[in-house]
């Protein structure tokens, strides 16, 4: 999508609009106008305001913007009129005299008129779901909400499953860390937590390769490896269920939870998710229930709020993509695990000292390489002399 070097657009106000960031925060949809003297297409934003989509989308985190032709004065006064069903929610107006976003997106409609309907804007700026046409007896809100409730269930199902498979992963790799052998040779007189930080400094791909060259860099790297997996998933964790859950559950069970706000029910010692469809009254709400055709009355007292609260559809594949990559490090750590460590090789720390000299396979350059290639350096002149003094020891 064309925008400046910043990725922002601006507003009928002539207020920059930062897409990059919007659409990291929020799941950002632009709801395209035919042309300023349309009368159905302002029908349509009137349509996403009343309740209850209005709260719908409040409550998953959706962020309309608003694409039109010009002039830009007929667009801010359409703007203005809509400002009674708006209220209180931002909704940016951007006037595309040229029509260059819509030919950008493909919704050229041609004699200066943009093709109605619906898009999403991902993060990267390029256009994900769509949706095509619009008339009087045919708006797009309902294929929206489905589009939202799909790409949401399916956002959450993936973060829950990749931090799942984290945790038992990681369970594994630091009981494997833990019982690996090290015996007096492979013992290196180093100061604890040099060789993890000097390990750092690698790129993955030559972390992986030095932790290969002996089983104390290979302890040392699965150190490091663990370490930045279990800060991470405390992060992820506590996005996931952190003090913003611990808010909203406590302003559900006071009888103050929102229309359409995410719950979690817990009756019977079962978790089932849902959402709010009526406020609570006498101390009961009514429920929503996910997979469940009719809502249902619940307590306030076995009401939570969501896991994953105030997390966006953006936020969740960020989250999902960091995993990923974190359960590669692992793959990477098993991999160069101590079955391939059966015996240390001396030619293997000379390999790794010679590859550091390499200022291609580090990120910080030739001087944290010849730091590194002399620590490699070392170890092998130091179990060189270790290995002289057993085969010592063993003749006399």
């Given at each position: ?51 209850p989509l209005r709260s719908f989308f409040r409550e998953n985190l959706v962020q309309f913007v ?331």
């Open positions: 999508m064309n925008a400046d070097q910043l990725g922002c657009l601006v507003d009928v106000d002539g207020k920059a609009v930062c897409m990059p960031t919007l659409c990291r925060d929020r799941l950002v949809i632009f709801c395209t106008f035919k042309a300023v003297p349309c009368p159905v297409c302002p029908e349509q934003l009137r349509r996403l305001m009343r309740e608003v694409l039109c032709p010009g002039p830009l004065e007929g667009l801010r006064g359409s703007r203005d009129e809509l400002q009674t069903v708006l209220r209180d929610e931002w909704v940016p107006f951007i006037c595309d005299e040229d029509l260059s976003l819509a030919r950008a997106v493909g919704a050229e409609m041609g004699w200066g008129m943009i093709t109605p309907g619906f898009f999403e804007l991902r993060p990267d700026l390029n256009v994900g779901w769509s949706q095509v046409g619009r008339g009087p007896g045919n708006f797009g809100d309902a294929k929206v909400v489905r589009f939202v409730l799909s790409t949401q269930q399916q956002a959450l199902a993936e973060a829950e499953r990749l931090l799942h498979e984290l945790c038992e992963r990681l369970q594994d790799a630091q009981r494997s860390l833990e019982s690996a052998p090290v015996t007096a040779q492979q013992r290196m007189p180093l100061p604890q937590g040099l060789l993890e930080e000097c390990l750092q400094l690698l790129s993955p791909a030559a972390r992986h390769s030095a932790a290969s060259a002996c089983r104390e860099w290979h302890l040392s790297f699965g150190k490091a490896v663990l370490k930045d997996v279990e800060d991470c998933r405390a992060e992820v964790e506590e996005l996931r269920d952190g003090p913003l859950r611990a808010k909203e559950t406590e302003m559900i069970q006071e009888g103050r939870g929102r229309l359409h706000q995410a719950i979690q029910s817990t009756r019977a010692g079962h978790i089932r998710r849902g959402c709010i469809r009526k406020t609570c009254k006498d101390g009961f709400y009514e429920i929503d229930q996910v997979d469940q055709k009719d809502p249902c009355l619940e307590a306030a007292s076995t009401l939570a709020a969501a896991f994953w609260t105030g997390v966006s559809v953006p936020r969740l594949h960020a989250v999902a993509k960091r995993l990923a990559v974190k359960l590669q490090a692992l793959e990477a750590l098993r991999c160069s695990g101590p079955a391939s460590l059966e015996m240390t090789s001396v030619t293997r720390l000379e390999g790794a000292a010679s590859a550091a000299t390499t200022p291609s396979t580090w990120h910080q350059g030739v001087k944290v390489g010849a730091a590194v290639a002399a620590l490699a350096t070392a170890a092998g002149a130091w179990m060189r002399q270790m290995s002289a003094r057993y085969s010592q020891d063993s003749g006399n």
